[in-house]
C-alpha cells in the first residue's frame, strides 16, 4: 500500500492507496498550528489506520521545501520552520518517503487528469486557506517553477499594496463576507470574488503564458458562479501579448493534492523499477 498526506492550512488529510489508485481508506483532522501536537495528532491517526504496512508515502506540505534534506523551511500559514518532515515519517513508516509542495501535486493530478499531450503548458491554482499554484510542462512538474509562491505577490488593492491571497483566497472570502464560498449565493459578492481573483491571475498569466488553467480548492471548486465575471475581467485587463486561456474548474477541487501524492508515488516507482531498485 502506498500513503498520501496533504498537510493543509486548516486540515490535514490522509489516504491510502493500492497501486492502481484506488483509495482503500481515508481520514482527516484539524491541523494543529503547534507542530509538536500535529505529530501527536498525525501518529494517533496512523495508529488508528486498518492499513499499517506501507510501501512508499508522499507528503504534500505547504510552503518552501528543501528536497535535499526534506525538509520544510517555510510554511506560511503554518508559523512552522525548518521541520524535517522527511526523517519524522520516514521513522514513522518505516519505509521511503517523498516530499513536495502541496499545490504542485495538486497541479499534476488535475493536469494528467486531462491528458498528456493535450496541454503542453497547464497552470494549476488553489484558492482556500491561502493561494498557491504549479504549472505543469510536458506532463512533470516544471523545475524552473518549483519554488513559486504566486499567492504571495504584492499587488495594490483598495489603495493598499497587499498579497494577493490576502484579499482573494479563501480566508479573505471568509473573512471580508462572513460566510464559506459553498455558503454564498449572491451574484454581486462573486463578482466582487471573481474580481479580486483577476487582478492576480493576470499576472499570473503574463508570466506563465500557460495554454489552460485549472482553478481548485474550496473558491476554485465554484468556478461556475463566477466564471463570467472572471472571464470578463480578465478580458479587461488583457493585452495583444496576453491572451486568455481556457480556465476550467479542477476535477477533484478539495482532493487534487492527495491525488497527486498519489501521482509522484507512481512515478517514483517507475523510475526505481527501470533502474532496478528496491
Same mark, same amino acid.
Given at each position: 500500500?502506498?500513503?498520501?498526506?496533504?498537510?493543509?492550512?486548516?486540515?490535514?488529510?490522509?489516504?491510502?492507496?493500492?497501486k492502481d489508485g484506488e483509495v482503500r481508506e481515508h481520514v482527516k483532522f484539524p491541523t494543529n498550528h503547534e507542530y509538536?501536537?500535529?505529530l501527536s495528532e498525525l501518529k494517533t491517526t496512523l495508529a488508528n489506520l486498518q492499513h499499517k504496512d506501507f510501501d512508499? !508515502?508522499?507528503?504534500?506540505?505547504?510552503?518552501?521545501?528543501?528536497?535535499?534534506?526534506?525538509?520544510?523551511?517555510?510554511?506560511?500559514?503554518?508559523?512552522?520552520?525548518?521541520?524535517?518532515?522527511?526523517?519524522? $515519517?520516514?521513522?514513522?513508516?518505516?519505509?521511503?518517503?517523498?516530499?513536495?509542495?502541496?499545490?504542485?501535486? *495538486? *497541479?499534476?493530478?488535475?493536469?494528467?487528469?486531462?491528458?498528456?499531450?493535450?496541454?503542453?503548458?497547464?497552470?494549476?491554482?488553489?484558492? =482556500?486557506?491561502?493561494?498557491?499554484?504549479?504549472?505543469?510542462?510536458?506532463? &512533470?512538474?516544471?523545475?524552473?517553477?518549483?519554488?513559486?509562491?504566486?499567492?504571495?505577490?504584492?499587488?495594490?488593492?483598495?489603495?493598499?499594496?497587499?498579497?494577493?491571497?490576502?484579499?482573494? =483566497?479563501?480566508? !479573505?472570502? /471568509?473573512?471580508?463576507?462572513?460566510?464559506?464560498? =459553498?455558503?454564498?449565493?449572491?451574484?454581486? &459578492?462573486?463578482? $466582487?470574488?471573481?474580481?479580486?481573483? =483577476?487582478?492576480?491571475? &493576470?499576472?499570473?498569466?503574463?508570466?506563465?503564458?500557460?495554454?489552460?488553467?485549472? $482553478? @481548485?480548492?474550496?473558491?476554485?471548486?465554484? $468556478? *461556475?458562479?463566477?466564471?463570467?465575471?472572471? /472571464?470578463?475581467?480578465?478580458?479587461e485587463y488583457a493585452s495583444p501579448l496576453v491572451s486568455i486561456p481556457p480556465i476550467v474548474q479542477a476535477h477533484n477541487?478539495?482532493? !487534487?493534492?492527495?491525488?497527486?501524492?498519489?501521482?509522484?508515488?507512481?512515478?517514483?516507482?517507475?523510475?526505481?523499477?527501470?533502474? @532496478?531498485?528496491?
Amino acid at each position: 500500500m502506498w500513503l498520501a498526506i496533504d498537510i493543509g492550512g486548516t486540515k490535514t488529510l490522509l489516504a491510502v492507496f493500492n497501486k492502481d489508485g484506488e483509495v482503500r481508506e481515508h481520514v482527516k483532522f484539524p491541523t494543529n498550528h503547534e507542530y509538536s501536537l500535529f505529530l501527536s495528532e498525525l501518529k494517533t491517526t496512523l495508529a488508528n489506520l486498518q492499513h499499517k504496512d506501507f510501501d512508499l !508515502a508522499a507528503v504534500a506540505s505547504p510552503g518552501r521545501i528543501d528536497y535535499d534534506k526534506g525538509v520544510g523551511l517555510a510554511y506560511g500559514n503554518l508559523p512552522w520552520k525548518n521541520v524535517p518532515l522527511r526523517e519524522t $515519517l520516514h521513522d514513522l513508516l518505516g519505509c521511503p518517503v517523498l516530499i513536495e509542495n502541496d499545490a504542485k501535486l *495538486a *497541479a499534476l493530478s488535475e493536469a494528467r487528469h486531462l491528458g498528456r499531450g493535450k496541454y503542453p503548458k497547464t497552470l494549476y491554482i488553489t484558492i =482556500s486557506t491561502g493561494i498557491g499554484g504549479g504549472l505543469i510542462t510536458n506532463g &512533470i512538474i516544471d523545475p524552473f517553477l518549483a519554488d513559486a509562491e504566486i499567492g504571495k505577490m504584492v499587488l495594490e488593492h483598495d489603495g493598499e499594496m497587499q498579497e494577493w491571497e490576502h484579499f482573494a =483566497s479563501g480566508s !479573505a472570502v /471568509v473573512r471580508r463576507f462572513g460566510k464559506m464560498a =459553498s455558503e454564498i449565493e449572491d451574484p454581486a &459578492i462573486w463578482k $466582487l470574488i471573481a474580481r479580486d481573483i =483577476s487582478v492576480g491571475l &493576470i499576472d499570473v498569466l503574463a508570466a506563465y503564458q500557460p495554454d489552460i488553467v485549472i $482553478l @481548485g480548492g474550496p473558491v476554485g471548486g465554484h $468556478l *461556475a458562479r463566477y466564471h463570467p465575471y472572471l /472571464v470578463h475581467f480578465l478580458k479587461e485587463y488583457a493585452s495583444p501579448l496576453v491572451s486568455i486561456p481556457p480556465i476550467v474548474q479542477a476535477h477533484n477541487p478539495e482532493q !487534487a493534492v492527495i491525488y497527486g501524492g498519489y501521482e509522484l508515488m507512481k512515478d517514483h516507482a517507475r523510475h526505481r523499477d527501470k533502474k @532496478g531498485l528496491i
